[in-house]
């Protein structure tokens, strides 16, 4: 809780690959309104590691 889990983890069974995704789940605990700045941070800091994950399958698949 309260972390950026955008990264995706793959795991080998057999002659497969397997893509675990987990996702990010941001609480305060006390039922209240975020604080809008705060709120920003977090969904900027989550947007910009999706778009970093993108990026680099995107290179890889280019790549091959």
């Known amino acids: 809780i309260n972390t ?3 990264k995706n983890r793959f ?11 987990a996702a990010s789940i941001y609480t305060q605990g006390n039922g209240r ?3 809008r700045q705060k709120l920003f941070e977090i ?8 778009l970093q ?5 995107l ?6």
Do not use: P, Y
Not at 43 to 50: D, G, H, L, R, Y
């Open 4 to 6: 950026n889990l955008c």
């Open 11 to 21: 795991v080998q069974h057999e002659d497969k690959t397997i893509m675990l995704q």
């Open 33 to 35: 309104s975020w604080d």
């Open 43 to 50: 969904m900027f800091e989550v947007a910009e590691t999706s």
């Open 53 to 57: 994950m993108l990026g680099r399958d």
């Open 59 to 64: 290179w890889n698949q280019i790549n091959r």
